[in-house]
């Protein structure tokens, strides 16, 4: 019988396919299953802002960071809330770069840029982009989208540099600077506002603010204001340890 190439090459799926080296296993089974509840948590944590690699095995999630964090302990208790709306997840460890802290040690002193910076806005995609913009410049970041989780951060973990957005339901960013500065004054604060004002800006300087910057910002003046930053931090930390202080 006469056949036509197409048909000849479905033909030669079909034999492919009804062959042992591609049926399915309980192993291929098992490998996809492990796929799809990895690809789901993944999903969720997205939603929720986190840009992480996930894997699982056996119902065990793990989720890989790659990026710095403050307070490590609080991303694996909100991983885990986050995966026990997913079924199938028995447990989720978070795994963090080995040498991710040395890195930005190291990037830190050679550059003059601080290591520790933690970014505050409730536009979540505006400030995932800037996150990881500014890491590629080689300067360790943190976010978060809201002033609540921001005081909570400094309560526990200090970061060097803040970059504060003011308008945010809950808690603004004229009171998180408030706050911050009567407990923590050392560190510095660049509001990156696209919503404010001159009596806004006067407002933040006069608190402490160490910058007042608008959005759309250019992320090489950014950079520049954060370096200056830095160097103030460093100055002051001398002051402190030398004596007499």
């Not at 192993?27 to 699982?56: Q, W, Y």
């Not at 400094?154 to 339901?169: G, S």
């Not at 007042?212 to 002051?239: F, G, H, M, S």
């Amino acid at each position: 019988m006469h056949t036509t190439p197409v048909v000849d090459a479905v033909n030669m799926i079909c034999d492919n396919a009804r062959a042992t080296i591609v049926q399915s296993t309980p192993a291929s089974r098992k490998a996809m299953e492990d796929f799809l509840l990895a690809a789901r948590v993944n999903r969720a944590l997205v939603e929720e802002g986190h840009d992480v690699a996930v894997t699982s095995r056996d119902g065990d999630v793990t989720v890989a960071i790659n990026k710095y964090v403050l307070r490590l302990d609080h991303l694996r208790e909100q991983f885990r809330k986050v995966g026990a709306r997913v079924a199938g997840v028995k447990s989720v460890q978070v795994r963090e770069q080995p040498d991710l802290r040395a890195s930005l040690v190291m990037s830190n002193q050679e550059f003059d840029l601080p290591a520790k910076v933690l970014l505050i806005d409730d536009e979540k995609e505006f400030v995932q982009t800037l996150s990881e913009r500014l890491q590629m410049r080689d300067i360790g970041t943190a976010v978060v989208f809201d002033g609540e989780q921001a005081l909570s951060v400094i309560d526990k973990e200090e970061p060097e540099v803040m970059i504060l957005d003011l308008r945010m339901p809950g808690i603004d960013g004229i009171e998180v600077l408030r706050r911050v500065k009567q407990t923590r004054p050392q560190v510095e604060i660049i509001i990156l506002t696209g919503h404010g004002s001159e009596k806004d800006r006067e407002l933040a300087m006069s608190l402490g603010a160490f910058a007042y910057l608008e959005k759309p910002v250019d992320i090489q003046n950014l950079t520049n204001v954060l370096r200056d930053a830095y160097e103030r931090i460093k100055r002051n930390q001398k002051l402190r340890e030398s004596p007499g202080a």
